[in-house]
């Protein structure tokens, strides 16, 4: 959350030419709801479960888009085995304060507990690693180089 998924896959879809699909868009278009609504109402775990069925909605229903994925999607084997199939760019930096699209700052999810748990989880997934405080431009130049390799 607020490590700029969004700013770098739109910026990385329109460098190749693809789709962009962002979960956080996607929550509020299928629900009408923001991440921090169905958290409230609903539960964290149904926020969960919806981020992980969303996930696998895009990754099947378009195999060329960029999904910017929420980080808990992580937490299921299912998501783990979606993500392991496709090419996966880990954007690994400290959030930036703003939130997503359709998002009102979900700061009361435990971001960083939750960052050290997934860690070892993206380590392991991630093809690419883009870390430290780069520029969006500089991260779709290195994701670019990585995937015209």
């Known amino acids: 959350m607020g490590a700029g998924k969004t700013t770098f896959g739109r910026l990385l879809a329109r460098r190749l030419s693809r789709p962009f699909?962002?979960?956080?868009?996607?929550?509020?278009?299928?629900?009408?709801r923001t991440g921090r609504e169905i958290a409230a109402t609903d539960g964290v775990p149904a926020l969960h479960a919806l981020e992980l069925s969303l996930l696998l909605q895009a990754l099947e229903g378009s195999s060329d888009a960029v999904v910017a994925a929420a980080a808990s999607v992580v937490d299921r084997p299912a998501g783990r085995s979606a993500i392991g199939e496709a090419t996966c760019i880990w954007i690994?930096?400290?959030?930036?304060?703003?939130?997503?699209?359709?998002?009102?700052?979900?700061?009361?999810?435990?971001?960083?507990?939750?960052?050290?748990?997934?860690?070892?989880?993206?380590e392991d997934l991630a093809d690419l690693v883009l870390s430290g405080t780069g520029d969006p431009e500089d991260y779709v130049e290195r994701a670019l180089a990585f995937l015209h390799r």
Do not use: H, K, M, Y
């Open 21 to 32: 699909l962002d979960g956080d868009e996607l929550i509020v278009e299928t629900t009408g």
């Open 92 to 122: 690994d930096r400290q959030p930036d304060g703003s939130s997503g699209p359709g998002e009102d700052n979900r700061r009361d999810v435990a971001p960083d507990e939750n960052l050290e748990r997934r860690r070892p989880l993206f």
